[in-house]
């Protein structure tokens, strides 16, 4: 091939390739406006405003030179400082491409027999496709008035064919948190043979403890958590569950392989990131004071909301006399979702101190 007509076609491929990830981002990310993404306040996946931590950017950069090889020492090292955070051992943990890998795999072991599987509504349903094509039939159980998971309801959707229990804790989207050990004494009286799956994708921003010291006891507990939220590494796909051997076997099954997951720079990212507990401290800390600025701008606009432990807000559009969404979008700020159809509800995460002042400075013009 000529030289001249090689350069025309990866200037094509280039081209195609800048085209359709832009048109990519503008729907991922439901862009409104002109704007390129990066400009945009983008408040709609409860993704860490603040990027990875200090410690997590170096480890990463340090192991793009290593990464001509599977990763099996680094993930070796991230599943013992894990285990030794929660008290368990490397076999009570498996990890995933993200916690929602975890999440799949649960749902497909408890579709392995037939029956039901009993959900909150509204709350994180990054599974249910998966579990209801493999024939589980899914009961939805409503909030409560005060839009958190009603468990004494849920339990009355349970019967011996249910096969799974999800709890989101704390909720997403409402952002409420289920006391430890009110959770510890329902997890405790579901009968052996139906999975409960306990996400815990916010508990770092809350002040409950996480339910994962139960996992020897309880061999149908699974504990999902992830690195995308208060570790700020949502892009680099890193989550793990923590359950009894015997589960965390059935689980590892279920995956092709060890490395066929989490790619070698993330899992260097995530185990830095562990080791980082003043960039979590940080977080937590900005996280608390954004969501208050947040608070106070729907407070003055007389929007209710529910009180959220969580890096995002449920409130409620009523009385507003305005389109929220719209308004916001209208600045370059996206991100509001509805989660229940026909309500007023809606969810918005929590940015940066200046991001959500910024938020607070539309809704108050
Ligand atoms: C409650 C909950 N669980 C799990 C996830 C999935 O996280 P990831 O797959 O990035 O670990 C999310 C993401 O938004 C979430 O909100």
């Known amino acids: ?68 090889r599977y990763p099996w020492s680094t993930t070796s090292a991230l599943i013992d400082k894990i285990a030794g955070m929660y008290g368990l051992k490397a076999e009570n943990v498996v990890i995933g491409a993200g916690s929602s890998e975890l999440l799949g795999l649960t749902a497909v072991l408890a579709a392995l027999q037939k029956g039901n599987a009993v959900i909150p509504d509204p709350s994180f349903r990054l599974w249910v496709p998966a579990a209801r094509n493999l024939g589980l039939e899914m009961r939805t159980v409503p909030l409560n008035q005060a839009k958190q998971i009603d468990l004494a309801a849920m339990k009355g959707k349970t019967d011996t064919q249910t096969r799974l229990i999800y709890i989101c804790n704390p909720n997403n989207p ?136 969580t890096s995002f807000v449920y409130f409620n559009t009523a009385g507003y006399g305005r389109d929220v969404k719209a308004l916001l979008e209208s600045h370059n700020i996206t991100g509001v979702r509805s989660f229940e159809e026909g309500s007023t509800w809606r969810r918005l995460s929590v940015g940066t101190v200046a991001e959500m002042e910024k938020v607070a400075a539309v809704l108050k013009s």
């Open 174 to 309: 409402t952002g409420t948190v289920i006391p430890a050990p009110e959770l510890e004494a329902y997890i405790r009286q579901i009968p052996a043979s139906c999975i409960v799956l306990l996400d815990e994708a916010y508990t770092e921003f809350s002040n409950e403890p996480s339910l994962a010291r139960l996992v020897n006891e309880c061999p149908n507990l699974v504990v999902a958590k992830t690195f995308s939220k208060m570790y700020a590494l949502a892009g680099g796909r890193v989550g793990f569950a923590l359950a009894h051997p015997q589960t965390i076997e059935k689980l590892k099954n279920l995956q092709p392989w060890a490395n066929a997951g989490a790619g070698a720079v993330s899992l260097a990212g995530a185990l830095a990131s562990l080791g980082d507990e003043e960039f979590v401290r940080f977080c937590k800390k900005e996280n608390t004071a954004a969501r208050a600025v947040f608070c106070a701008a729907l407070d003055k606009a007389g929007m209710t909301y529910i009180p959220s432990v």
């Open 1 to 68: 091939m000529q030289r001249r007509t090689m350069l025309r076609q990866a200037a094509l491929t280039m081209a195609a390739f800048t085209l359709s990830r832009d048109l990519f981002a503008r729907e991922a990310f439901n862009d409104p406006g002109p704007l390129p993404v990066e400009e945009m306040i983008r408040l709609g996946s409860n993704e860490n405003p603040h990027g990875p931590s200090p410690l997590a950017r170096k480890a990463m950069m340090d192991a793009v030179n290593t990464s001509n």
